[in-house]
């Protein structure tokens, strides 16, 4: 799912372009409306996503531009805590060339930026993407991104977003240390989920003739019981020379 303001108008026709079609891309764009209102918008679709599913935030420039960033950066920050359920990627806000680089506009961008990257240190569910800067991604008027840039952010969203998802689809073997294998997706032991290794088999009757000292347990025995002979308590007189 992407969210986000005019700068994100056409993102998700690219964001689908870099991606397999196992993956499907929705987006939900206002131009012209501050953080408040997109997050606002799609609460209820927001609220049926899961870890399989990633959300693509880019705004924030209208806050910016309204002189109103501590508000802009408040709303974020409640929105990463009411939706923990799934990732989020947080798109920064890029600098607006059609103003100088000194403008007081580029500067508030520069300290939202980098307020937002202190606020969401703490979420781990959150990833922060930063904009290219370029000039030569950016449209004439300096203020919108060309195709050109927006397939630059598309790629690198497509291509963290891959990773995420194949990395909680890997599935990790548990052995015992004498060799049965154990899946990590059941819960229960049973005889179609244990497998004997072949490299572990041995002779159990030369096994069961041997005493292995520190040998560890299977699964099916019972505790071990210490042969060792219990000194009878006896009192400090008769423990220790007076």
Not at 12 to 18: D, G, L, T
Not at 114 to 123: D, F
Not at 196 to 219: G, Y
Request: hydrophobic share 35%.
């Amino acid at each position: 799912m992407i969210l986000g303001d005019s700068y994100a108008r056409g993102l998700s026709s690219n964001v689908k372009n870099n991606l397999d079609d196992n993956y499907s891309v929705c987006g939900f764009v206002k131009p012209g409306v501050n953080v408040a209102t997109q997050i606002c918008s799609v609460t209820v679709d927001i609220n049926l996503l899961t870890k399989n599913d990633l959300i693509v935030f880019w705004g924030g420039l209208n806050d910016v531009s309204k002189n109103n960033s501590q508000e802009g950066l408040k709303h974020l920050v409640n929105f990463e805590q009411s939706y923990n359920h799934t990732d989020i990627f947080l798109i920064c806000v890029p600098p607006r060339h059609d103003r100088p680089e000194w403008s007081c506009v580029n500067n508030e961008i520069k300290a939202f930026n980098r307020k937002l990257l202190k606020l969401m240190k703490p979420y781990k569910h959150v990833l922060i993407v930063t904009a290219d800067t370029d000039r030569k991604l950016f449209t004439r008027h300096g203020l919108h991104m060309n195709n050109l840039g927006k397939e630059k952010i598309a790629s690198k969203v497509s291509t963290i977003a891959k990773n995420i998802l194949q990395k909680q689809n890997v599935k990790i073997g548990l052995c015992w240390k004498n060799g049965y294998d154990i899946s990590a997706k059941s819960d229960n032991l049973t005889e179609e989920n244990i497998s004997l290794q072949e490299d572990s088999k041995t002779d159990q009757t030369a096994l069961e003739d041997m005493e292995v000292p520190n040998a560890t347990p299977s699964p099916d025995e019972g505790p071990r019981i210490s042969k060792r002979k219990k000194k009878p308590p006896t009192t400090k007189s008769e423990d220790f020379l007076w």
